[in-house]
């Protein structure tokens, strides 16, 4: 099947000669000879830019007009590659776009009427993702929306608006170290009755899944609490653009989409609030304005307790059994001892690769070392016995055994204060830390509650508005029919959106004990 210079058979083929030769392609089925046009014609590839492709369809249309005058039935079949052409035409202008590269200038006009913008931001985080400690990211999928005021949209519908040429907020996630996806859209939200300028608002929605950095405290590892927080920044200076709270709605999270539930206890609250910037560790010549959505979660310990801190307890309790050995063999007991220590380094090196490269020391680093100190005395201490055993002027008084016996004593005690000590220490912090998010998920409620009764308010309010506006339209002789069946007891009920007007009486009981039913209608020409 290839494209061929077709010669037509009859010179009065009017159809054959009208087709322009590079679209005509001819096959032979069955011994019979077609004419169509190519697929391979309308396909992306053949088209080199854009241009090409408006010069294709114009060329397309006029073939098809000329079908079309002809009353051919291919014609329809034109119009449909026609279509097909229009959204190649279409693509390819989209990919033009998006395939421009990173450093092309694109300019952002300010607003006209030289106003400062204040944009209500409301969030709701729809997932949190996988959280690595040693990486310090995070990922999350949110929806964000940002509203402001534009009076230049005023009485226009969304989709006559070209919101390229409209002011944009130019909101970037200042933390994000990868953005997997999003997707953004713009909506004119209707004039609220506390408006009296009656200007619309616009709103731009943002949903996009990203992964994202955070610093993290770990002093109190595996205790800790840490603070997710994704950090949003304009680049319109503050004396154009200041970020607000969304009063109207509130804030959001969903704890059953969280993947990482069998390592860490995601709170239930959102915090969300504008941040000051501070210039002297900017150290920039304008402030620029910055927004935080913060969310907590809070590592569960078991792991660690179970396989780290139970682990180096037993190797502790186990150093002990070299005294067991008698104390003229000092290398059986620097065996046992010396193993035991390093299979506890071991274990230290296994800590050190669930947390960064930090500066300070954990809560866990600190118990760990505390046990390999102790390790470390038993050494020494395993050596000492064996120099007293040895230099012991009096064999009668063996001072080598009260030596271990009092050792024994001691290191016992130490081991008993470091493992009451580390738990009494994560007791401590863990019931901090519960009692600190529990208080800011309280606060976060009665923030929550407090913006849904002022929605109601507004709701109610816009209620009691526009039924004053439609008592306000109704003509004056059907406000007095309407008190005269107020006083007859008679309910009053408007039956269409034109002047019609009918009362029906409330049923009513007969003294005979029998109900009755009247109804009496009434019809106005305003």
């Not at 073939?63 to 014609?75: E, L, N, P, R």
């Not at 300019?107 to 996988?130: L, S, W």
């Not at 002011?167 to 004119?188: E, G, S």
């Amino acid at each position: 099947m290839d494209l061929y210079s077709v010669s037509p058979r009859r010179q009065n083929d009017s159809r054959r000669n009208s087709l322009p030769q590079p679209f005509v392609l001819r096959t032979n089925i069955g011994g019979r000879t077609r004419l169509r046009l190519p697929p391979r014609m309308l396909s992306t590839s053949a088209l080199k830019s854009t241009g090409d492709s408006g010069l294709a369809c114009q060329e397309l249309f006029r073939v098809w007009k000329k079908f079309k005058m002809s009353g051919d039935q291919s014609a329809e079949k034109l119009d449909t590659m026609l279509q097909s052409m229009d959204k190649i035409q279409m693509t390819l202008k989209q990919i033009e776009v998006n395939g421009r590269p990173g450093d092309s200038e694109e300019y952002y006009a300010p607003r006209e009427d030289k106003q400062k913008v204040f944009a209500r931001i409301r969030c709701n985080i729809i997932t949190v993702g996988d959280i690595d400690t040693v990486a310090q990211l995070f990922t999350a999928e949110i929806y964000l929306s940002v509203t402001w005021k534009e009076p230049k949209v005023k009485g226009m519908k969304r989709e006559d608006v070209n919101w390229d040429e409209h002011w944009d907020p130019r909101i970037y996630f200042f933390n994000a170290v990868n953005i997997d996806k999003m997707q953004t859209n713009h909506y004119i939200m209707p004039n609220d009755d506390d408006d009296p300028d009656g200007i619309p608002d616009v709103r731009l929605s943002i949903r996009m899944k990203g992964t994202f950095k955070c610093s993290m405290q770990l002093k109190d590892f595996p205790f800790d609490c840490q603070d997710l927080t994704i950090k949003l920044m304009s680049d319109w200076p503050v004396e154009d653009v200041e970020f607000v709270k969304d009063m109207n709605i509130k804030d959001s999270i969903r704890l059953d989409t969280f993947t990482a539930g069998h390592q860490w206890k995601l709170w239930k609250h959102v915090l969300a609030q504008p941040i000051e910037e501070d210039k002297a560790l900017t150290g920039a010549h304008r402030s620029y304005p910055i927004y935080h959505i913060t969310t907590h979660v809070q590592r569960r310990p078991g792991f660690y307790i179970w396989n780290i801190a139970l682990i180096m307890l037993l190797i502790v309790i186990l150093t002990f059994t070299s005294f067991v050995v008698e104390r003229g063999a000092p290398a059986d007991r620097l065996s046992v001892t010396v193993t035991l220590l390093l299979t506890a380094v071991a274990f230290k090196y296994v800590v050190s690769q669930s947390l960064p490269l930090i500066s300070y020391l954990t809560m866990l680093d600190k118990y760990v070392l505390s046990c390999l100190i102790f390790q470390c005395l038993v050494v020494g201490q395993n050596a000492l016995s064996a120099v007293v055993e040895i230099n012991d002027p009096d064999k009668e008084k063996d001072w080598a055994k009260w030596f271990d016996f009092i050792s024994i004593i001691v290191l016992a005690g130490m081991v008993f204060n470091i493992t009451i000590g580390f738990i009494i220490s994560s007791l401590i912090r863990k019931c901090k830390t519960t009692n600190r998010m529990t208080k800011i998920t309280a606060e976060y409620m009665d923030k929550c509650e407090q913006i849904n009764q002022n929605w109601q308010t507004r709701q109610s309010n816009r209620e009691a508005s526009r039924k004053s506006k439609e008592e306000r339209t109704i003509p004056p002789t059907e406000k007095a029919v309407q008190a005269g069946a107020a006083a007859k007891g008679l309910s009053w009920k408007r039956t269409s959106k034109e002047t019609d007007a009918s009362l029906k009486p409330e049923p009513s009981s007969h003294p005979s004990g029998s109900t009755t039913s009247q109804q009496t209608t009434a019809t106005f020409a305003v």
